[in-house]
């Protein structure tokens, strides 16, 4: 196996993978792990939602939202809403009673667009100080391998003399 190409191809696809990520929320795209079972069985805890902003005239009874709650963001569908008074009712989809507060059009980041099963374990692992740890041992890895076969090749071609 060619090493050098793969340890290359490898970083290039993380760098790509970051820099999306990173450039997402400018162009009005966020990518955020679920982390409870408030909206099961159409969202489980673990699954990622990819959303996308949303103008406040655009929300509807029956969208999926994310909005901001005392400093947390969260996923609950909107059950009734008020735009004169500005206002919006949410509930989780697996809760029995509405949440015990109002979101303010304000606090609205985004609406689902998609989930994805499963993704958001990877997603909050990878956030965590041992993911970060992983990518770069990985990267480094297949660099030092990449940098390993290049030598051995050189060496070969050389008939081993220094």
Not at 71 to 84: F, Q, S
Not at 101 to 110: E, G, I, K
Request: with cysteine; charged share 20%; hydrophobic share 45%.
């Amino acid at each position: 196996m060619n090493w050098s190409r793969a340890g290359t191809a490898i970083s290039l696809a993380v760098l790509a993978l970051v820099l999306f990520m990173a450039v997402s929320p400018v162009i009005g795209f966020r990518f955020d792990p679920v982390r409870s079972g408030s909206m099961s069985p159409d969202i489980d805890s673990g699954d990622l939602v990819i959303s996308n902003a949303v103008d406040d005239e655009d929300i509807r009874v029956g969208d999926v939202i994310i909005y901001r709650h005392a400093g947390v963001l969260i996923c609950h569908r909107v059950i009734a809403l008020d735009a004169e008074s500005n206002w919006i009712q949410t509930q989780g989809d697996a809760n029995e009673d509405p949440d015990p507060y109002t979101v303010s059009y304000d606090d609205v980041v985004s609406e689902i667009g998609l989930v994805v099963p499963y993704l958001g374990h990877a997603v909050l692992f990878l956030k965590s100080v041992y993911g970060w740890i992983l990518i770069i041992t990985i990267v480094a890895v297949m660099l030092l391998l990449g940098w390993y076969d290049d030598k051995h090749k050189n060496d070969a071609r050389s008939g081993g003399e220094q």
